[in-house]
């Protein structure tokens, strides 16, 4: 299914084409083929050796990236992959020091990093216009059918999976939540399945965080928050001089003790009245692929100018470990766990 986007991201890229396309099954990669044009292969070393390829992008279960993160990095190329990068701490350490090693740039795909309302959100917080930050919050009460985890064997085992609604659906505001409020020091937390049928994954979990800069906070994600249309995921930053509340890729709240100019002008852009795009909330085919878009974009950017991307592999791996440690906590009934 992502694999999609990324077809289509990369058709909008003024710098990138799409040249190849790699599947276990060439009836799979074939058809693909004839949906994107470009070279179908089923065989990962044949598709490696493409002389055309430069970035390789990684779309296969979350915990199967590694391999394929090895393999394109020893043939040199660079990688773009999906959240997370692994499905451990452990496997994603590895993914990077493969990166490393071959001396390949590696980003993850966390697409809402790039919409213009996080952009503001982290300028504003950067400016210090919050003051002391007090409490810093993820909301994510989304809805997942039965159907959802038993069309694909990946969503239901930790194996292949990671984890559940943390790991698979809230990863993406977990992230932006460090992305605002820095690194966690702590974290307390509980998990359950609570409502889905066959499956090992948590599809509920309540974390309590202490943030290293003297902040707390809190992530509740689910799946088994029913709704038509899906509620919207919510990063809640409050602090001293401001407040901001970011639901999905609008800004809900945007209070400051000292207002500026500008202020005004960006709630009508990106206001609660502004248009709003696909968010996954109920429908994970729903999304916007434009996200990716920028997200690719700033890669190949980053590449061109011989930098490393915002989301290189330190930065992609942190929301990782912070999800790893709430299953800690909640395997050891809510005992805190140190970062």
């Not at 890229?13 to 949906?35: G, H, I, P, T």
């Not at 990236?65 to 350490?93: N, S």
Request: charged share 20%; glycine share 8%.
């Amino acid at each position: 299914m992502i694999a999609q986007f990324h077809a289509k991201a990369i058709a909008d890229m003024a710098d990138a084409k799409l040249v190849a396309c790699y599947s276990r099954s060439q009836e799979k990669a074939d058809k693909f083929a004839s949906q994107h044009p470009c070279k179908a292969y089923s065989d990962y070393n044949d598709f490696l050796a493409d002389p055309e390829l430069d970035i390789v992008a990684i779309a296969t279960p979350s915990g199967y990236h590694l391999e394929p993160i090895e393999a394109a990095a020893a043939a040199g190329k660079h990688i773009l992959c999906e959240k997370p990068i692994e499905a451990t701490v452990a496997r994603t350490d590895a993914a990077l020091a493969a990166c490393q090693k071959h001396g390949v740039k590696i980003c993850g795909i966390f697409p809402r990093r790039f919409t213009p309302a996080v952009e503001e959100t982290k300028k504003a917080v950067d400016a210090g216009r919050l003051g002391q930050l007090t409490l810093a919050s993820a909301y994510i009460k989304w809805f997942r059918t039965q159907e959802y985890y038993d069309a694909d064997i990946w969503r239901r085992i930790w194996s292949l999976s990671g984890g559940g609604a943390l790991m698979n659906q809230s990863i993406h505001t977990i992230d932006m939540l460090l992305h605002f409020a820095g690194d966690v020091e702590s974290v307390s937390a509980y998990m359950k399945t609570a409502t889905h049928e066959g499956i090992e994954v948590e599809d509920l979990a309540v974390a309590t965080l202490k943030f290293k800069n003297g902040a707390l906070g809190t992530i509740e994600g689910t799946t088994t928050a029913y709704s038509k249309t899906g509620h919207p995921a919510q990063v809640q930053l409050c602090g001293s001089t401001g407040s901001i509340f970011l639901t999905d890729e609008t800004l809900s709240v945007w209070d400051f003790q000292t207002e500026q100019p500008e202020d005004q002008a960006i709630l009508a852009k990106y206001g609660a009245n502004a248009p709003k795009g696909g968010a996954g909330a109920a429908d994970p085919g729903s999304i916007d692929y434009r996200q990716h878009l920028r997200n690719f974009q700033e890669f190949t950017t980053a590449l061109t100018e011989g930098r490393e991307p915002t989301l290189d592999g330190p930065e992609s791996r942190r929301a990782i470990a912070l999800i790893e440690a709430i299953y800690t906590s909640a395997r050891q009934d809510g005992h805190p766990v140190t970062l």
